[in-house]
């Protein structure tokens, strides 16, 4: 999509989170990204769907607060049908920095324990302002140390990334 349709959709995506007003609410975040994963994912095979099917697919994913079926009918009547994607996937980032909430995957070279885990999410919510949902994985990629990536977040404490700033250094 170009830069153009991408502006657009984040213009109908401010509108509808303005007129939707939804409040700050975890497990809604975490159902939008949810969501946006899915049409992503199968965007391909999702290309010439009617819009009904949109709405249910959204209600599957208990979005019917999103008001997304406004949303269509508005983007139908302008001969935009094939925003939806994009608008949601504005939506969905519009509402998580609105409400100040990141989601982020948190990549370590060795499992974290829970108190580990607890000063980390402490020190990035201080750092960004924002409160931080997490998922943990191990990467033995990193040697030692911990990356952390969020969707307006990138943070990297690690043997690997100081043996990369040396190479440069080259």
């Known amino acids: 999509m170009d830069v153009v349709h991408e502006l657009l959709a984040a213009r109908y995506a401010c509108?509808?989170?303005?007129?939707?007003a939804c409040e700050a609410h975890e497990d809604l975040a975490w159902r939008l990204d949810a969501f946006v994963f899915f049409l992503?994912?199968?965007?391909?095979?999702?290309?010439?769907?009617?819009s009904e099917m949109f709405l249910r697919i959204a209600h599957i994913f208990e979005l019917d607060r999103c008001n997304f079926d406004l949303l269509l009918k508005l983007l139908t009547?302008?001969?935009?049908?094939?925003l939806f994607v994009a608008v949601v996937r504005s939506f969905a980032k519009q509402y998580k920095e609105q409400h100040g909430l990141e989601f982020c995957l948190i990549k370590s070279?060795?499992?974290?324990?829970?108190e580990q885990k607890k000063a980390l999410c402490t020190f990035l919510e201080h750092a960004s302002g924002k409160r931080i949902f997490y998922t943990t994985v191990v990467d033995r990629g990193l040697v030692a140390g911990i990356r952390v990536?969020?969707?307006?977040?990138?943070?990297e404490h690690s043997v690997s990334s100081q043996l990369r700033a040396i190479e440069q250094l080259q």
Do not use: C, V
Request: zero cysteines; charged letters at 30%; hydrophobic letters at 30%.
């Open 40 to 50: 992503n994912r199968y965007q391909s095979d999702l290309m010439g769907l009617e």
């Open 15 to 20: 509108a509808l989170l303005r007129y939707s």
């Open 77 to 82: 009547s302008q001969k935009h049908e094939e």
């Open 149 to 155: 990536e969020g969707d307006s977040l990138i943070w």
């Open 109 to 114: 070279s060795h499992k974290l324990m829970d």
